[in-house]
């Protein structure tokens, strides 16, 4: 009989203290057993009804490799699991699952993505987390809190996982229909629309990233749901449906912020060029005005012996006058007609 190793009950254990741990714990029907070192996990999944849930954040090669030779992980898994930048995928190596999923998240005014990387096998759930990444400690402690649904095993982790990073795509997308309302409502009220530029291009590069990572993560449910080469629970199908309608709706509100993104570009476009128009109109008729006492100086400077009116006793003030008349006429006339 398999003699398994005595599991600590509280909750700081070399294992949650070893650097790249996150949490690495065992439950059965449920309800947790206890923290667990990473060189016990093999044993502790292969024990019928316990499901070993480990946790990871950027390990060291020589982590993944110890974590790989617990539960029989495929070296080319290993090896993507090693890299960030993987597209969001799910592959099937063995009776082992390995899914890629993007996440996302706020850090101040700026959106971070980062990387989960799951490993899903008979009795244990390894995930790899890489970049800018919220803590799943607060799908532990959901899951923890309904032993009744914990007690479905792995594919119910693996559920809660995808479900939260699809869920907290959702901040980040208000957060940037937020910022997209703002701008809309700047840029029709022609407000200070030469300053929109940085931001139209910033945002557009945002959802065009969102997209991305969102766009992958629901061919993977989608995956997860229907394919029958993938050995998971029937009865966990519907869940990964719920998460498959999240991301579908994070896709289609994506899709909706790009098309006002454009229409707001179109718009601060032409806001742009009326800007520029109504320059032109300014300059052209300030030039028509100075054009009048140009044209005057101009005919009285050629000294020429003939010119009468350089006898003309008051000459001078009746130029001036003529030109005053000429230029207030212009302006008056410009500013009617909204040049001015």
């Not at 490799?65 to 898994?77: K, N, T």
């Amino acid at each position: 009989m398999t003699a398994f190793p005595k599991v600590e009950r509280h909750p700081a254990t070399a294992a949650t203290q070893e650097p790249g741990v996150v949490a690495a714990s065992v439950y059965a029907n449920g309800r947790r057993v206890g923290d667990i070192s990473i060189d016990e996990a093999g044993a502790w999944a292969q024990k019928q009804g316990h499901v070993v849930w480990i946790g990871l954040h950027e390990p060291s090669t020589e982590l993944l490799e110890r974590v790989s030779g617990q539960f029989q992980l495929h070296p080319l898994a290993i090896e993507d699991a090693s890299k960030a930048h993987q597209h969001p995928k799910v592959e099937q190596y063995g009776d082992a699952l390995f899914i890629v999923a993007r996440t996302a998240q706020l850090e101040g005014e700026h959106i971070a993505f980062g990387e989960t990387h799951l490993f899903v096998g008979h009795g244990f759930v390894l995930s790899v987390r890489h970049g800018a990444s919220t803590s799943y400690t607060k799908v532990r402690e959901r899951c923890e809190s309904c032993p009744g649904s914990l007690a479905l095993g792995e594919d119910y982790i693996l559920y809660a996982i995808l479900d939260f990073i699809v869920d907290n795509y959702r901040p980040v997308i208000d957060a940037i229909q937020s910022e997209v309302d703002e701008l809309e409502e700047d840029v029709l009220k022609r407000s200070r629309a030469r300053h929109h530029f940085d931001d139209l291009y910033r945002l557009r590069r945002d959802l065009l990233r969102m997209r991305r990572a969102v766009g992958p993560v629901s061919e993977v449910c989608k995956r997860l749901q229907h394919s029958d080469l993938i050995s998971l629970d029937k009865e966990m199908k519907p869940l990964f449906r719920d998460v498959l309608d999240h991301a579908k709706r994070a896709e289609e509100d994506i899709d909706s912020l790009r098309e006002i993104l454009a229409f707001v570009f179109e718009a601060n476009m032409m806001a742009g060029q009326a800007q520029q128009t109504d320059v032109a109109r300014r300059l052209a008729a300030w030039a028509a005005i100075l054009a009048v006492p140009t044209a005057v100086a101009g005919i009285y400077g050629m000294n020429f012996k003939n010119m009468p009116e350089l006898d003309w006793r008051y000459g001078y003030y009746g130029v001036i006058a003529l030109i005053l008349s000429v230029c207030s006429f212009l302006f008056f006339r410009f500013r009617k007609n909204g040049w001015l």
